[in-house]
């Protein structure tokens, strides 16, 4: 008896196995439509976490990972947030194969692109050294709050604007406001900005009470 259950259940395993569907790769409109969704997002930290998202949850091949990488990188650089993994995902991407007619592998991304994805990784390694000299120098707040995103670094910069109780200017109100650490104002004057100027932009949000620690 016993043995004939261990072999039902060895039985069981083999058709377990043997039924579970294969991964389903987006499909060319699919992955248009998650490329689009993300670029359409209000702020530049909503973009890199909606790529993010697809890149973590969605089946891809390799080649629609190698471009999802570049964007990732791109909107990374040219937002100015955490160079280090824009660097990181312009390196992946080039890192990519695939398998061509012949069986043979070859880079994800196309002769062009690929070029550009280099292009751009020099560029990216050069912003970052720059960020690091300036970090190593005297700067504003505001610099130095965009030097410490620029290089991954948000939760330190949002616990020196705390600690400063200046107000974020209102290009660092608004990433703030993407990435969780300023939320609506519930309670009308409920938040003291005194230290600052030209608050309008303020007026309906504060610090948050409770911020989940981002990873853009």
């Known amino acids: 008896m016993w043995r004939s259950c261990i072999g039902g259940l060895f039985c069981l395993a083999i058709v377990a196995c043997e039924t579970t569907p294969a991964a389903v790769i987006l499909t060319p409109a699919e992955f248009d439509s998650a490329v689009a969704e993300a670029n359409g997002k209000w702020h530049p930290w909503l973009t890199i976490e909606s790529l993010t998202e697809t890149l973590d949850t969605a089946t891809l091949s390799s080649s629609q990972r ?23 995902d312009f390196s992946q991407a080039l890192s990519l194969t695939v398998e061509n007619d012949d069986g043979e592998m070859q880079p994800a991304l196309g002769a062009n692109a690929r070029a550009d994805a280099e292009a751009a ?18 700067q504003t707040l505001q ?29 660092d109100a608004r990433l703030l406001e993407a990435a969780g650490y300023l939320c609506a104002d519930d309670l009308e004057n409920d938040q003291d ?6 608050l309008d932009y303020l007026k309906d949000l504060e610090w948050c009470e409770i911020t989940a620690m981002p990873a853009s």
């Open 193 to 198: 900005w005194e230290l600052g100027h030209e």
């Open 121 to 138: 990784l020099e560029y990216v390694e050069s912003d970052f050294e720059e960020v690091r000299t300036r970090l190593a120098g005297v």
């Open 143 to 171: 610099e130095w709050f965009s030097d410490k995103v620029a290089s991954g670094d948000i939760v330190a910069g949002v616990e020196r604007y705390k600690a400063s109780g200046l107000a974020p200017e209102i290009r």
């Open 66 to 88: 190698a471009r999802l990488l570049v964007e990732r990188g791109s909107t990374r650089r040219e937002a100015g947030i955490n160079l280090p993994g824009a660097i990181s």
